[in-house]
């Protein structure tokens, strides 16, 4: 520790960080604009100025920008100082010259950090009067406005999108006072993480074109902490509600696991919630056999007839529903009828990851161990699709080994200019095995494209020479020998190697074969993280709680004498091919679906309860590590829509069952679970139950400026209606209530006093760019056994050989499209591909097709007819159809296809 003194009071503090860090940290307001904690400083701004003293004795002192000077032990400044101050208020004047007088109708207005910082530094009055400079804003694309009037040159988003996220089509333009941000032409950002420039800017430059849609201002929304429902990783996030919908979506801060940014579909996926296509009253099929609007009270007669036994009925969960809804149904029908609504393979490699996990020697990382890790290694995984935001930590990886060289040279970390000049293009080991190439190939120090077999044989062959007693491969050719060669040393070198596959391959071979890469790198004394990307919010949930799959249900079904299916939050029409999930629905003489947008399963539903999105019910997810996180009710909607768990309590006490009797709210729900189900202990402590009170009173969801509450319901009744009671959570649905710091679980709105902005974050950290107060949110249900448990896996597989006539097919992801939920949006609608087929330029050549050719692809269970895309690096034999997109939902894949011409 160091010890500073500011203005006269003395602070200890940490000398690793400069002086506008460790003054933040400390409580002291500094204006600033283009330090960022995460990016770290480049001094470009001056806002942040202080006045810094040689010793006790001097009085004079000399100015400096507090974000370039090291916090170095006996450091001397003056915050107060009148000079400094003054200063500090001519750079927000020298901004203001040219910014336009638009607060009142700018998006930012409210939250913008621009507007605190004026505040903050008392200029109150422009003398500015002559012509202002102006430009052209350009159309970025559906999710972000453009709007570059407003832009004070602070050079934030061309680091966050250049810089931190590795974009290459967005830049900084001229020189001196006529720079510009933004794309050397118009057209649609490419990179996956641009919705955090809204963020990142501290004015009203880019801000959320979505929100356009349906404006409010952020003081008169609704807010509530989530999590992110797009894929497994579990990204922390902030809901907001105006006018019985969800608004938009904020970043919300976990130091383990998504940090200060969102990628562009979970910021932006949100408005499925909105869809015409919800499902919000009950429906129920009529004489003619069409499903129409039915009141709940009919709905649950009946459901009382069809509940009234338990012998002929069979559950199928969710990988998107909650744990609590999972659970209920898996209690309701019985183990042995249960099933957890995950395809036949996604179940069977869930089931090995879980294994693995638990049994093994190697720990499942957060974001922030990925971020930390000095040496990677990935296992047929396309990241940027199947999880953004690892793909993001990744990137940040690649800079871990270089940075010992600016260690060695004594360049203070957050010196980020300095840092850069250290490392020029040094990169980091960085390895991708897949089977074509992916965004993260521009960071890669070498890449290898092959079918799944043959990269689960690389990476078989990288355990053995990391650790012999791992099986060994044969006939492998030179080039491979040679390439593992290389990844095994890079390995072994590290200090804090990675290892990430997944499942979305479909391969059981890649997934062992990670593990032995894994397991070997821990014989070795490294301290070693395995990853393993799932697909969905609670898949990792699904396999914990334990069940068959899609498929077993379908084999088993005539053996159970079933005539009634309960689905859950689920189009079990993109678990197995279309033929045989018709032939197995014909089989129920009931078929009731509780979901919340129409879908393939709700059409051939006898009856349907409306569900609740994560926008109108609490409940928990668990990500792909194994944290357990609580998501909260944004607002309370006003239709029959309610968690799936609840639906079925209600239907089972009219049938005469007492199953669920006592579950007054999800607190008893949790509390069963815990007691229950021994994988899922500790699940009551990812977050406060619903009793927790500060100073006596719940948390409020709405800000204390929240206007227009008897206006809102103007067109039912003049008078303010009773606001509606939480029985699940810890929060009111008004500004009545707690609104000062909470615990990080239950924090859904940034704002301290004279900060209005997202910057207002470091009040709620304990550390900045560290925890959060209390502890990031979260509890983590898996970690590593013993060292000695674990048994090399040893199904090495032989060598690819193309089939004469027949591709062998595996599924390619979209991060637009590809998701189920976020493509009801519309603005991700707009951006998603549309459904083809991949073929190696060579064999589309051998059969003289070109881009965008139509051709016929022969499954086992149908033909569909796809445009052909070319690619460089897919190997020959093999072909690559998008996963899940409309018009392939149900194609199951990998298999052998034939094409037609």
Known sequence: MATIYVDGKRYDVNPNNNLLHECLQ?????????????????????????KQYKNEDDVKGMI???????????????????ETVEFRKSIIEWLMTNHPHDCPICDEGGECHLQDMTVMTGHAYRRFRFKKRTYVNQYLGP?????????????????????????????VFGAHNHVYFGRHEDGVLQNEFSGNLVEVCPTGVFTDKSLKQHFTRKWDMTTAPSICTHCGVG??????????????????????????????????????????????????????????????????????????????????????????????????????????????????????????????????????????????????EDVTNTAPMMALALRQSVRQQPLKLVDMLKIPRWHEYAVQDALQNRKGPFFTANVAATKLDNIATRTYHAEPD???????????????????????????????????????????????????????????????????????????????????ANTMGAGLLGGGSVG?????????????????????????????????????????????LRNGTTEKATAVLPAGTFGETDGTFINYEGRVQRYFQVYHP??????????????????????????????????????????LRNINKAAPSSRFRIAGMKMSRASARYSGRTAIHAHESVNEPKPPEDPDAPFTFTMEGFSGFKPPALVNLLWAPRWNSVQALTRFQEEIGGPMRDGDPGVRLIEPASRISFTYFDDIPAAFEKRDGEFYTVPVYHIFGSDELSIRAPWIRELSAKAYILLNKDDAGEKKLTEDYEVGVQFASGTFKLPVKISDTIPPGVAGIPARLPGVESVSLPGWVRILI
């Open 235 to 380: 990204c922390n996030t902030i809901g907001a509600e105006r006018y019985g919908g969800i608004r938009r979506i904020l970043n919300r801060y976990n130091g383990e696991v998504n940090g200060y940014f969102l990628c562009d579909r979970g910021r932006y996926g949100y408005d499925y919630v909105n869809s015409e296509d919800r499902i919000r009253t009950p429906m129920l099929r009529n004489a003619s056999g069409e499903l129409e609007s039915s009141s709940k009270e009919s709905v649950l007669a009946h459901l009382k007839k069809v509940l009234s036994s338990k012998k002929n009925i069979i559950g199928i969960g969710s990988p998107r529903t909650s744990v609590e809804s999972n659970f209920a149904l898996k209690k309701f029908v019985g183990a042995d009828r249960f099933y957890t609504g995950l395809s036949d393979t996604e179940s069977k490699l869930l089931e090995q990851i879980i294994k693995i996990l638990k049994n093994g020697p190697v720990r499942s990382p957060s974001l922030k161990d990925i971020r930390e890790s000095d040496a990677v290694f990935v296992i047929g």
């Open 454 to 536: 043959d990269i689960a044989r690389l990476a078989f062959a990288v355990a053995n020479i990391l650790n012999n007693d791992a099986p060994a491969v044969k006939k492998l050719s030179k080039e491979v020998k040679q390439l593992a060669g290389v990844i095994a040393e890079a390995l072994k070198s590290a200090e804090r190697p990675l290892i990430v596959s997944g499942i979305t391959l479909g391969s059981e071979v890649v997934v062992h074969a990670a593990a032995n890469v894994a397991a070997a790198l821990v014989k070795q004394e490294r301290r070693t993280n395995l990853s393993y990307i799932v697909p969905e």
């Open 64 to 82: 400096v920008m507090s974000c370039m000077v090291p916090a170095a032990d006996g450091t001397r400044i003056s915050v107060d100082d009148e």
């Open 638 to 679: 006003k239709d029959e829509v309610k968690e799936s768990w609840r639906w079925l309590r209600e239907a089972t006490i009219a049938a005469g069952h007492n199953d669920f009797k006592e579950w007054q709210n999800l607190d008893a729900v949790v509390g069963a679970i815990n007691r229950e189900v021994a994988t």
């Open 552 to 596: 077993d249900a379908m084999r088993t079904v005539k053996d159970k004498k079933a005539d009634t299916v309960i689905i859950f939050e689920n189009d079990i029409y993109r678990r197995a091919n279309e033929e045989s999930i018709n032939a197995f629905l014909k089989q129920f003489k009931n078929v009731i679906v509780v979901d919340h």
């Open 26 to 50: 400390k409580g002291i307001d500094i204006p600033y604009f283009c330090w960022h904690p995460a990016m770290g400083s480049v001094g470009s701004c001056r806002q942040c100025a202080v």
């Open 143 to 171: 999710l972000i406005n453009h709007e570059m009037n407003r832009c004070i040159q602070c050079y934030r988003c061309v680091r966050f999108y250049k810089d931190y996220a590795h974009g290459d089509d967005f830049d």
